[in-house]
């Protein structure tokens, strides 16, 4: 039988294990499960400001009823995912959000199909948030905005947890 101690040292090791922390000068402020960092993006990011995530349509359509993506174009990622980047050392005063743009794609297996892509930048729990959806779902933008203030109280909790294991 384990000690409590142990035991609460064998937890911590396995929460950090899944656990990626993002501060400024040697504080901790989020604590992102693998799950929610954006793959392809985390290699070129590891000791920046900015906190990649990235979420699949799959994973879009359980948390926001209403997200959909372009037919034919669901396993390409920049129509079908939702991402973005917090960033923690960004501007937290006005912020713009630029027009979706419209882009023909006229290569490759998508040829044919249109992108109509959005970014959308907004300062939530304090910290600069900047991500990106299809204007298909632009009536969705307060349920994002929701969604990702959400997950900011979930990854400074993270940390919170950590410290208390």
Same mark, same amino acid.
């Given at each position: 039988?384990?000690? !409590? =101690?142990?035991?609460?040292?064998?937890?911590?090791?396995?929460?950090?294990g899944?656990?990626h922390?993002f501060?400024l000068?040697?504080?901790?402020?989020?604590? @992102?499960?693998d799950?929610?960092?954006d793959?392809?993006?985390?290699?070129? +990011?590891?000791r920046?400001?900015? @906190?990649?995530?990235f979420?699949g349509?799959?994973d +879009?359509?359980?948390?926001?009823?209403?997200? !959909?993506?372009?037919?034919?174009?669901?396993?390409?990622?920049?129509? !079908?995912?939702f991402?973005?980047? *917090?960033?923690?050392?960004g501007?937290?005063g006005a912020v713009?959000t630029?027009?979706?743009r419209?882009?023909?794609?006229?290569? =490759?297996p998508?040829? =044919?199909?249109?992108?109509? !892509?959005?970014?959308?930048?907004? @300062?939530l729990?304090?910290?600069r *948030?900047?991500y990106r959806?299809?204007?298909?779902?632009?009536?969705?933008?307060?349920?994002?905005?929701?969604f990702?203030?959400?997950?900011? @109280?979930e990854?400074?909790?993270?940390?919170?947890?950590?410290?208390?294991?």
């Amino acid at each position: 039988m384990l000690r !409590s =101690g142990a035991m609460a040292t064998i937890c911590a090791a396995a929460l950090a294990g899944s656990l990626h922390s993002f501060g400024l000068d040697g504080g901790v402020i989020l604590c @992102v499960a693998d799950r929610d960092l954006d793959p392809e993006r985390m290699p070129v +990011m590891p000791r920046s400001t900015q @906190v990649p995530f990235f979420f699949g349509a799959a994973d +879009m359509r359980q948390e926001i009823s209403g997200y !959909s993506v372009d037919t034919g174009l669901e396993r390409y990622r920049p129509a !079908s995912a939702f991402y973005g980047t *917090v960033d923690l050392a960004g501007d937290t005063g006005a912020v713009a959000t630029p027009p979706c743009r419209h882009e023909a794609l006229s290569a =490759g297996p998508y040829a =044919g199909h249109e992108l109509k !892509s959005c970014e959308r930048t907004v @300062v939530l729990d304090g910290l600069r *948030v900047t991500y990106r959806f299809q204007e298909r779902n632009a009536a969705l933008i307060p349920e994002f905005d929701r969604f990702l203030s959400a997950k900011i @109280v979930e990854w400074r909790a993270n940390c919170h947890a950590t410290e208390r294991l």
